[in-house]
């Protein structure tokens, strides 16, 4: 069955500092990979999404994140971190074929000035 | 655009009523689904619809009824509230080819719901 995992459930960082956010999945075949955002009181909003192609996907807010097959990763990062960037991160993963979304639990980024 | 829209914001009900949470969206996508968030538990998918009269249970359907007589609204009904389903629920919508799970979800603000 396919899962999400994401490992880290808070992160600190300082701001102006870089940011990685882990996801790894299960998944038997290529996945439809998704990284959204939550800021509180608000839905989720799509920071990029991987399909196929170039393993290295751009987002909106500075955003990107790289699939590795081999790891079974597709981690979140950003060169330097806004305080605005304070909120609950998710990955996701759609399974080829079905109707069906995996979220992970999410990662709670707080953002030090 | 609206998006997708979500009614009430908030609610408290007490164990034992019924109550419906309204979603509608205007962005004519065939895709609809409804989850429900918890700490430490993430999203975890009640019900789907892929299009109008079409619905599916998710992950975790108990407790919970869908209908979809219009392509715009997918309500979820509480039937019997417990205390369990105290949560934050949300709405989500996205454009059907084929294999959906390819396609990014626009989520409504959620339903900050409480049982009592």
């Known amino acids: 069955a396919q899962s999400v995992t994401q490992p880290d459930i808070h992160i600190t960082v300082s701001e102006g500092a870089s940011l990685e956010l882990r996801c790894n999945y299960s998944y038997g075949a290529t996945p439809y990979l998704f990284w959204y955002v939550q800021s509180p009181g608000q839905g989720l909003q799509l920071l990029l999404k991987y399909f196929s192609g170039d393993t290295l996907v751009q987002g909106i807010k500075g955003f990107e994140a790289e699939f590795k097959r081999s790891q079974s990763s597709f981690n979140l990062r950003k060169p330097s971190v806004h305080w605005s960037d304070a909120a609950e991160y998710f990955c996701a993963v759609g399974a080829s074929g079905t109707y069906k979304y995996i979220f992970g639990t999410g990662t709670r980024l707080k953002v030090l000035a | 655009n609206a998006g997708v829209t979500q009614t009430p914001k908030f609610q408290v009900l007490k164990t034992g009523q019924s109550m419906t949470l309204q979603c509608a969206q205007d962005?004519?996508?065939?895709?609809m689904s409804w989850y429900r968030q918890d700490p430490g538990m993430g999203l975890r998918l009640i019900h789907y619809?892929?299009?109008?009269?079409?619905?599916d249970q998710g992950e975790v359907p108990n407790g919970y009824n869908v209908s979809r007589s219009t392509t715009e609204d997918f309500p979820l009904r509480l039937l019997s509230a417990a205390p369990s389903q105290t949560s934050v629920y949300f709405c989500?919508?996205?454009?059907?080819?084929?294999?959906?799970?390819?396609?990014?979800?626009?989520f409504g603000d959620g339903t900050r719901l409480s049982i009592l």
């Open positions: 962005m004519n996508h065939e895709y």
């Open positions: 989500a919508s996205s454009q059907g080819q084929g294999g959906y799970s390819n396609q990014p979800q626009h």
């Open positions: 619809s892929v299009g109008a009269g079409i619905t």
